[in-house]
């Protein structure tokens, strides 16, 4: 799965605002409060950290004069697809609206409520017309406004687009004001009055916690959170920007074959977090399942940017994927046996595959979509396509088939969440032995002593912490006999030993492959050890490669899409659905998820669904997505997320107030873990200083409801088969903030490049 590197600030010290990049925040039911119930009353009050002296949007003029002058600057983004794009009927209206200078609809909105009425000032409105074609990519448009001397502060902006195709808003600056101007950060797609029409609000880039928000915002912050969490019915639209919770039941397609049928993944037979809610109509085969549709809703500022030089979409990736995939199978011979020899692998690289005639565009469209992937597509009757080799591979092309490789992977490579420190001895399984077969373990005293002699005894090794384990036993075992039925395929639970050598580097000793009782035989397992001879040496590298195998699945399917997409998605649902724009957590918080949903989307629309990528290309076959709700119902702990939580939790680290991070590594040489704890200490530090900036005592953490909603939320709705768990943190300190928030900005992006960007080279 695809998904571009994250934000970290690079700044570690001053707490200064995160531009909001997209505007939308929400609020949820589960508090039934009323907004103005926590507003700011008396607009002497002013927020901590506020300094009286900070420019202010409010006009000021002479004593002669009644208003002032102020001109708007609207910047809009040209985008594929978008309005600038559009022919037809409806482009031509909306050009007679350019040259009417009717383009956008503005309304300044006052931040105080008047102090003779109690209520809120009337809005001064304006058109903004076309002053300016694409310079820049953005194209800008203008308004002037005559504001009275006595209108005050400006707390926020109305937007209505009179066009009839959405337009993408970036930002809005409001000149004139003798403070200087105002700066208004939308990033934002606005959709037509014609589609809707509601009146789009964008907000000042001044963030309130919800008691200090100015008495004049109030209302628009309590109703803009009430759109965005809707109101759980019908089917949603493109154009929408609703948030809303709902089980997996969209992986399976029983309408078009029984063979696709998945089960429903979020509730109490296959606990699971939940996914954006789309109300698309359920299946008429299944009625537990959803229908699927050519397209997945996601809330429409949740989609990838679509400016003129990307075209990166959940469809694009699937016609390549599509495109590739029969060009592939024919390149291998027989797509159920795989490639025929190592020199098959090769010729991607090498000689190339023939793909289908290709038109010029075509060509222009793999490259620009796969550019770290494809090497050349060369001009034949046929058109050759050629893929990168895979750096490692450019340097040794066995890489993958050493042992030293093998265990350092472990460490460095592409999955380093798996490997543990051995506490225990003998190993056991926890699996009932009466359906899985004896739970001892067939790696003997004997066999490692005999691997490690010279060194130490098995007891001294582990005392030592010298012996580590990638242990994926009891998670495979239960789906041997199932996936064994898959035709073409075989699998076994495995456990792999490793001894970590006097140089500090890991030595594989043993590795176990078990089968459970089934057909009639009782159960069976085996360990294989390193050797010498032609026949040993072959069935060595044999279960080394089914225990790369289950790394691989676990990989893919734990490690990367349920630990850093899956888990995320309601952290993003609840963020806007409880936290208004204008928080400064979500203005912390929102950088960190920006694409997740869409690529989620992405995911379950033609890589984790039935017959898909991941099914296909994974030990686990069509039980691949089910395997990892058992990952999440055995494994995932929020408290477990946080970077030294599970080094520890592994084994991999103990607490050490005198060592580098307050941590002292079980192995010193820990690629994953030397720079993921350098990363986790930058964020955290960040993250400190701004929650300590906006809240200075605990009291304002606990009185803040949208921030306890929040929380609340994403414990009881966005992983509500976990919800009573006693490992779910407290939020009653700005210090179980901090950690909360670190947890979840480290999840989205520190623990998601680990297990990311080394996917070509190394898988």
């Known amino acids: 799965m695809l998904k571009p590197q994250l934000h970290l600030s690079n700044s570690t010290k001053v707490p200064f605002l ?3 990049p997209f505007i939308h925040g929400n609020f949820n039911a589960s508090l039934p409060i009323s907004m103005h119930s926590f507003c700011r009353k008396n607009k002497h009050i002013v927020r901590v950290g506020f300094n009286p002296n900070n420019i202010k949007a409010q006009a000021v003029a002479s004593s002669t004069e009644k208003s002032v002058s102020v001109k708007a600057i609207v910047t809009v983004k040209p985008t594929v697809g978008g309005f600038l794009t559009n022919l037809g009927i409806d482009r031509g209206l909306d050009d007679v609206q350019d040259l009417l200078g009717k383009t956008l609809l503005l309304e300044l909105v006052q931040a105080e409520l008047d102090p003779k009425t109690g209520l809120e000032k009337d809005t001064i409105k304006g058109y903004a017309h076309w002053t300016k074609g694409e310079e820049n990519g953005v194209v800008k448009y203008e308004s002037s406004f005559e504001v009275p001397v006595d209108f005050g502060e400006i707390g926020a902006v109305y937007v209505e687009n009179e066009h009839h195709k959405e337009m993408y808003l970036q930002d809005i600056i409001l000149d004139g004001f003798s403070n200087g101007p105002v700066h208004v950060n939308c990033n934002s797609w606005v959709h037509s009055k014609y589609d809707n029409p509601q009146k789009r609000v964008f907000f000042t880039n001044q963030s309130y916690l919800p008691s200090q928000t100015p008495s004049g915002l109030c209302r628009l912050r309590e109703t803009e959170l009430e759109i965005l969490r809707g109101n759980s019915q019908g089917e949603r639209k493109s154009f929408e920007r609703i948030y809303d919770y709902d089980v997996y039941n969209d992986i399976g397609n029983p309408d078009s074959s029984a063979d696709l049928k998945r089960p429903v993944l979020g509730g109490k037979e296959h606990p699971y977090p939940r996914r954006c809610r789309t109300g698309r109509p359920r ?3 299944d009625p537990l399942s959803e229908k699927r549709s050519s397209s997945v809703y996601v809330p429409r500022d949740e989609c990838f940017a679509e400016v003129k030089q990307l075209t990166f979409s959940a469809k694009t990736v699937y016609s390549v994927i599509h495109a590739l995939l ?14 025929p020899y190592f020199t098959a692998i090769d010729s991607l690289f090498n000689e190339g ?12 469209f793999f490259s620009t979509l796969l550019p770290r992937l494809i090497k050349a597509i060369n001009d034949t009757e046929s058109d050759l396509l050629r893929f990168e080799t895979p750096a490692p591979m450019e340097r040794d092309k066995f890489f993958w088939f050493r042992d030293e490789e093998f265990a350092r992977q472990t460490l460095a490579g592409l999955n380093p969440y798996s490997i543990k420190l051995v506490t225990e001895w003998p190993l056991k399984s926890q699996l ?5 077969g004896p739970v001892e373990s067939a790696i ?11 060194f130490m005894t098995v007891n001294e090794a582990i005392k030592n912490k010298k012996l580590f384990i990638l242990d994926y036993h009891d998670l495979f075992l239960p789906y041997v006999s199932k996936v064994r039925e898959i035709k073409g395929t075989t699998l076994y639970g495995s456990r792999t030993l490793f001894f970590l050598t006097p140089n500090g580097t890991l030595r594989p000793l043993a590795i176990e492959l078990t089968r459970p009782p089934m057909d009639g035989k009782p159960q069976w397992k085996d360990v294989y050890l390193p050797t010498w001879d032609a026949t040993g040496v072959w069935l060595w590298r044999l279960a080394k490669a089914h225990v790369l195998a289950h790394d691989a699945g676990y990989h893919q399917l734990v490690s990367h899409w349920l630990r850093t997409h899956c888990a995320t998605e309601p952290y993003i649902i609840a963020t806007n659905r409880q936290l208004s724009v204008m928080h400064p957590i979500y203005r912390l918080l929102h950088p960190h998820f920006r694409y997740t949903m869409e690529i989620n989307a992405l995911a379950r629309e033609a890589l984790i669904n039935a017959g898909g990528i991941i099914e296909s290309s994974f030990s686990p076959g069509k039980y691949s997505v089910e395997f990892s709700s058992v990952a999440y119902d055995k494994q995932w702990q929020f408290n477990l997320q946080a970077l030294p939580a599970d080094l520890i939790s592994r084994g991999m680290a103990v607490e050490d107030p005198t060592a580098p991070h307050g941590l002292k590594l079980s192995i010193e040489d820990y690629p994953f ?22 809240y200075p005592n605990p009291s304002l953490i606990t009185s803040d409801q949208e921030l306890q909603a929040w929380w609340n939320e994403i414990r009881t709705e966005g992983h509500a088969d976990k919800k009573d768990e006693p490992w779910w943190p407290v939020l009653k300190t700005p210090k179980d903030l901090i950690e909360i928030i670190t947890t979840i900005v480290w999840v989205a992006s520190g623990h998601h490049a680990a297990v990311n960007f080394g996917q070509y080279a190394y898988a």
């Open 326 to 339: 029969p060009s592939l199978e024919t390149a291998i011979i027989d797509a159920d046996l795989g490639f």
């Open 353 to 364: 595959i023939n793909l289908p005639p290709l038109k010029n565009q075509k060509k222009g």
């Open 18 to 20: 995160l531009h909001k």
């Open 673 to 694: 873990a030397n720079d993921g704890l350098l990363l986790w200490d930058a964020i955290k530090e960040w993250v400190s200083d701004y929650v300590n900036h906006y």
């Open 444 to 454: 003997t005293t004997e066999l490692i002593e005999r691997e490690i002699k010279g």
């Open 432 to 436: 009932d032995p009466k359906i899985y």
């Open 283 to 285: 299946s008429k085969t």
